[in-house]
């Protein structure tokens, strides 16, 4: 029986908008298990981020629960919130939001130095680990705006690593990278999740969903389908491919 690291209970989301209000998420249910390389899909504004969002501890749901470690985020005050997004939680954007003026490895170590329980050494030894890792190691003293759009993402990703989250968010975390840096960020998420990390990631890349565990299907904030694999290898690539895109089409992709 897998365990249930993220148990999503009657999840809404509605914005105020023209006076008015947005429903965005209604009444979602999903249980998230732990080790488990889950990818959310569906059209553009079809509720993908804001889930991500709410689930992550980065935006309040309007009503429902989230819980996490018997505790239900969605009731959270900030300082709890604060301390969970940097120690339990790492997160991944497709724009990589480094600190401009700090070198890729400052803004690694500056996330582990939020911790107070980490030493600095540890931090930065760690932080070295993760760079070698990460094929960054060369470029660590260099600032964002030095290196390539496929090396910041991977520095975000060691920065999304410093403190051991139990889980990585990512919203489309290859959205804004060239095929080859695509494959590499994937790489990178699938040796993780063959070490048990749980990942959630958003994206629209067959690429990304290829390398999926589960495939969570969203169709304006409800979810319409869900998918699930054998752990991924690159023999099955082809035959994952066909029976995801077979899947997609019977929803409204
Ligand atoms: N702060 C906000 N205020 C009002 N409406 C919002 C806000 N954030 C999101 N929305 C609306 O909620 C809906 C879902 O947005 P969301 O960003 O979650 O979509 P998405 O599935 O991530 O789309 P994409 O694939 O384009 O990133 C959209 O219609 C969007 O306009
Ligand atoms: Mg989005």
Redesign the pocket.
């Known amino acids: 029986m897998e365990k249930v690291i993220l148990k999503i209970k009657s999840l809404s989301k509605s914005?105020a908008?023209n006076g008015g209000q947005?429903h965005?998420l209604s009444n979602l249910n999903l249980d998230i298990y732990e080790g488990d390389f889950t990818v959310i899909m569906?059209s553009?504004?079809?509720?993908?981020?804001?889930?991500l969002y709410a689930i992550s501890g980065m935006d309040k749901a309007t009503a429902g629960e989230v819980i996490y470690n018997d505790k239900n985020i969605n009731e959270m005050k900030e300082n709890e919130l604060t301390k969970l997004r940097y120690k339990d939680f790492g997160f991944v954007f497709q724009q990589m939001h480094l600190v401009s003026n700090l070198t890729l490895f400052e803004n690694v170590c500056i996330s582990g130095y939020l911790n107070k329980n980490n030493s600095k050494n540890d931090v930065k030894s760690y932080a070295d680990v993760l760079f070698k890792r990460m094929d960054i190691d060369k470029v660590k003293t260099h600032l964002p705006s030095q290196v390539s759009g496929g090396e910041q993402q991977r520095c975000a990703i060691a920065r999304a690593l410093i403190n051991k989250p139990a889980i990585i968010f990512a919203d489309?975390p290859t959205g804004a990278l060239n095929k080859k840096n695509s494959l590499e960020v994937l790489d990178i998420f699938t040796s993780l999740s063959n070490e048990n990390q749980s990942i959630i990631m958003?994206t629209?890349d067959i690429r990304g969903a290829i390398r999926a565990d589960r495939i969570i299907y969203?169709s304006d904030g409800n979810i319409i389908g869900e998918f699930r694999l054998p752990k991924y290898k690159k023999e099955d690539e082809k035959s994952r491919e066909a029976q995801i895109n077979t899947w997609l089409n019977s929803l409204e992709w």
């Open positions: 914005f908008h947005m965005v569906g553009s504004g079809s509720g993908k981020s804001t889930l489309e958003v629209h969203l």
